[in-house]
T-cell receptor, first 114, second 109 residues
Framework: GAVVSQHPSWVICKSGTSVKIECRSL??????MFWYRQFPKQSLMLMAT?????????EQGVEKDKFLINHASLTLSTLTVTSAHPEDSSFYIC??????????FGSGTRLTVV | ELKVEQNPLFLSMQEGKNYTIYCNYS?????LYWYRQDPGKSLESLFV?????AVKQEGRLMASLDTKARLSTLHITAAVHDLSATYFC?????????FGDGTTLTVKP
């Protein structure tokens, strides 16, 4: 089955710094990847759709300049949280679709901004 | 705007009992998914339902889809403690998935 690798699993950073999260499809090519955010005891909220070789599509209310998405190859998408603040602390999850397998999710990144 | 409603949101049940989780959605969709999430973990895919009347079973879990009623169910048979987790349904429309709020299931001995 499809495997999506996400790194890092957790990160603690100081307020005002930037953090990059990587999402790789290991055994398939993903022209489209999705980035979600999940607050404790809540559902997943789609932040943006990452398209290989083109600009990401952001959901309403998601700041493009704060959450930078790059999808430079068919196997790698990155999410950079710029000038992070405590309210950006959350669980970030990427996913990719592989045909009949449906969506495969990365293991998630728990971001804590102090 | 696609809306996905799950109920119940919280479910506490005894081992050996049966129960059903419901997932209603507001517009047409080409796929419906069920996922499991353990605390602190990411999502694990359980079922992909593609067409009206689809039924899939894995162990003690069985999922079904009624596209006319815009309803999917996840039925739990003879629950065991290992099934304790949060279950999400998600509906795909226009290439994007919208998730329900999740059902947190606790199975007690």
């Amino acid at each position: 089955g499809a495997v999506v690798s996400q790194h890092p699993s957790w990160v603690i950073c100081k307020s005002g710094t930037s953090v990059k999260i990587e999402c790789r499809s290991l055994d398939f090519q993903a022209t489209t990847m999705f980035w979600y955010r999940q607050f404790p005891k809540q559902s997943l909220m789609l932040m943006a759709t990452s398209n290989e070789g083109s600009k990401a599509t952001y959901e309403q209310g998601v700041e493009k300049d704060k959450f930078l998405i790059n999808h430079a190859s068919l196997t790698l998408s990155t999410l950079t949280v710029t000038s992070a603040h405590p309210e950006d602390s959350s669980f970030y999850i990427c996913s990719a679709e592989q045909g009949a397998y449906g969506y495969t999710f990365g293991s998630g990144t728990r971001l804590t901004v102090v | 705007e696609l809306k996905v409603e799950q109920n119940p949101l919280f479910l506490s049940m005894q081992e050996g009992k049966n129960y059903t989780i419901y997932c209603n959605y507001s517009t047409t969709s080409d796929r419906l998914y069920w996922y499991r999430q353990d605390p602190g973990k990411s999502l694990e895919s359980l079922f992909v339902l593609l067409s009206n009347g689809a039924v899939k079973q894995e162990g003690r879990l069985m999922a079904s889809l009624d596209t006319k009623a815009r309803l999917s169910t996840l039925h739990i048979t003879a629950a065991v403690h290992d099934l304790s987790a949060t279950y999400f349904c998600a509906v795909r429309n226009a290439g994007k998935s919208t998730f329900g709020d999740g059902t947190t299931l606790t199975v007690k001995p």
